[in-house]
């Protein structure tokens, strides 16, 4: 399984950026996915993640950020919206096929992951 993360860029407080993880693998729809990031200084934390449906979120980013997948393109997003300076951070994608829901936010639950995308707000 590879992950390969996109869409990280230089964006106003306020705006939106939509991250993109394409899986390279078979039964993509088999595998809960997440987002977590790193920010200077700092360890790396959950952003995000889902099984096939809903989506389950880090307090700092509940009613901004929206997880989806689509399953026939092996992608899985991340929709960033209102964003703030504390949101720079490089951002992860990560895949596992046994994550369990009460571990979704677990870092550990996860044995496969992209290289991050980095992700700046800045005025």
């Known amino acids: 399984v590879q992950l390969q993360a996109s869409g990280g860029g230089l964006v106003q407080p306020g705006g939106s950026l939509r991250l993109s993880c394409a899986f390279s693998?078979?039964?993509?729809?088999?595998?809960?996915v997440g987002w977590f990031r790193q920010a200077p200084g700092k360890e790396r934390s959950f952003v995000a993640a889902m099984k096939q449906s809903g989506g389950s979120y880090a307090d700092s980013v509940k009613g901004r950020f929206t997880i989806s997948r689509d399953n026939p393109k092996n992608t899985v997003y991340l929709q960033m919206h209102s964003l703030r300076p504390e949101d720079t951070a490089v951002y992860y994608c990560?895949?596992?096929?046994?994550?369990?829901?009460?571990?979704?936010?677990?870092?550990?639950?996860?044995?496969?992951w992209g290289l991050g995308t980095q992700v700046t707000v800045s005025s």
């Open positions: 693998g078979t039964s993509f729809r088999s595998y809960a």
């Open positions: 990560a895949a596992d096929p046994s994550v369990i829901t009460s571990n979704l936010a677990s870092q550990r639950a996860y044995t496969n």
